[in-house]
């Protein structure tokens, strides 16, 4: 699956938030964005998942050539895309279980109920979840790690072709960033699905091997290139 962002425009709230971003990720690719806050990160990540508060004014996307501007969420989600939110909602009374579990049929994934749980339990354990937490409401009453951990839990069950992670390291501890690492690269080798990853800072990208560096800044991709453009924004930042 490849996924194609062609020159795209987005306004939030009447204002031009992305002016003229464009990105194409193959499968199996890690692609990283990067830039400072209220560049337009969240913004692209959300649209290209279909937000329906955004606009997107000019520009496509595309699925393996096929325009989804117009496609519903939900419709982009069973053509194969996964979005990780930056900040996860609390969702009282829906639980984890039964909500992963009516997902992954949704997207035509036949698994027998067991089955099921068998991989669920071992992705938590590979996710130092503790398995009382999978029993209980989704993120509700959760830490910024653990909801971190269940958005991770999510992509690892539903398998998506293409996924947008939104800052899957904010907020978390030196070993919370290493386990979601891990896993991240886990999943890519297992299923070869391409993934965005945003992020503000280098460290998650420490236990990574990324193929692509985007630096986004004042709703444009600004700088392009390998590994080496983490090291330059480290020693000089981005306001160079």
């Given at each position: 699956m490849r996924l194609e962002i062609e020159n795209l425009h987005i306004n939030a709230d009447?204002?031009?938030?992305?002016?003229?971003?464009?990105?194409?990720?193959g499968e199996g690719e890690l692609h990283v964005l990067m830039g400072p806050n209220g560049s337009g990160k969240s913004t692209l990540a959300k649209a290209v998942m279909g937000h329906p508060l955004l606009s997107v004014t000019s520009g496509d996307i595309r699925i393996d050539g096929k325009s989804i501007r117009n496609a519903r969420p939900d419709e982009r989600a069973r053509l194969g895309l996964f979005l990780e939110f930056q900040n996860p909602a609390e969702i009282e009374g829906?639980?984890?279980?039964?909500?992963?579990?009516?997902?992954r049929g949704s997207l035509g994934n036949s698994m027998h109920f067991r089955d099921f749980m068998k991989e669920v339990k071992e992705r938590s354990a590979g996710l130092a979840?503790?398995?009382?937490?999978?029993?209980?409401?989704?993120?509700?009453?959760?830490s910024g790690g653990e909801k971190k951990k269940v958005e991770v839990l999510q992509m690892a069950v539903l398998k998506p072709k293409i996924a947008i992670l939104d800052e899957p390291d904010s907020g978390l501890d030196v070993d919370s960033v290493r386990v979601i690492a891990e896993n991240i690269n886990r999943l890519r080798?297992?299923?070869?699905?391409?993934?965005?990853?945003?992020?503000?800072?280098?460290?998650?990208?420490?236990?990574?091997?990324?193929?692509?560096?985007h630096v986004m800044k004042d709703g444009r991709i600004v700088k392009e290139g390998g590994r080496e453009l983490i090291k330059e924004i480290e020693e000089r930042?981005?306001?160079?």
């Open positions: 009447e204002k031009e938030i992305v002016k003229g971003v464009s990105l194409k990720i829906l639980g984890i279980i039964s909500f992963l579990n009516t997902a979840l503790k398995e009382e937490l999978i029993g209980r409401s989704l993120n509700h009453g959760f080798k297992e299923t070869s699905m391409g993934i965005l990853l945003i992020t503000h800072y280098s460290r998650i990208l420490n236990y990574m091997e990324p193929g692509f560096i930042g981005y306001s160079e």
